[in-house]
């Protein structure tokens, strides 16, 4: 035991086990951080979900809750108000999330400042999350390009941390190590731990 926890503690991704709401469905994903041995219990969730029972998930062993609150450059989640004030008014710790749609580094930086803007008055718990998972035909560079100005420009206008969030795949093969000053949560959907290679 003391073992497996002296490993994650070693792994540098972000501490967050996350989970999906669909409906009553929870869907579990891991992802782990360099700061803790600590696991969180977490869901992430959006207009997907609908109206939800934040009492319910925090009576469920839930902790954090990951709230999306934009996507490109004009739109907010219609359920981002709604999802803070519920989340926070039982007791659970927040974060937030923006999807990322930019196809160029002006776009990128855009939509930083716009995602800073919509969460602007708002007290997260946790680091703001970059979603960034539909590549279109950017290449790996341009990905990383336009991940690198994203991260940036959002700290700069919020003087926030920040964590990039991917899935397993695109995190061993598209992020590149110039990135990897910034936690990642990982979401392997189905594993105890996602894959490290």
């Not at 959006?46 to 999306?68: E, L, P, T």
Request: glycine share 6%; net charge positive; charged share 20%.
């Amino acid at each position: 035991m003391n073992k497996y926890i002296n490993n994650l503690s070693r792994i540098l991704i972000i501490l967050l086990l996350s989970l999906f709401l669909f409906g009553n469905i929870f869907i579990t994903t891991f992802a782990f951080g360099p700061s803790s041995s600590n696991i969180y219990q977490g869901i992430d969730v959006s207009s997907w979900q609908g109206n939800i029972d934040f009492r319910a998930v925090k009576n469920s062993g839930i902790n954090i809750v990951y709230i999306k609150s934009s996507e490109g450059s004009s739109y907010i989640d219609p359920y981002f108000e709604q999802n803070y004030r519920n989340a926070k008014e039982n007791g659970l710790k927040v974060g937030f999330y923006h999807y990322v749609t930019a196809r160029s580094v002006e776009q990128a930086r855009s939509q930083a400042n716009f995602f800073a803007r919509v969460i602007s008055g708002k007290q997260p718990d946790c680091k703001l999350a970059m979603d960034f998972e539909s590549f279109g035909n950017l290449s790996v560079t341009e990905i990383n390009e336009i991940s690198k100005v994203f991260l940036e420009a959002l700290i700069n206008a919020t003087k926030k941390e920040v964590v990039i969030y991917s899935n397993s795949y695109s995190a061993r093969t598209i992020f590149s190590s110039e990135l990897a000053i910034y936690p990642l949560w990982v979401a392997n959907y189905g594993v105890s731990e996602p894959r490290r290679k």
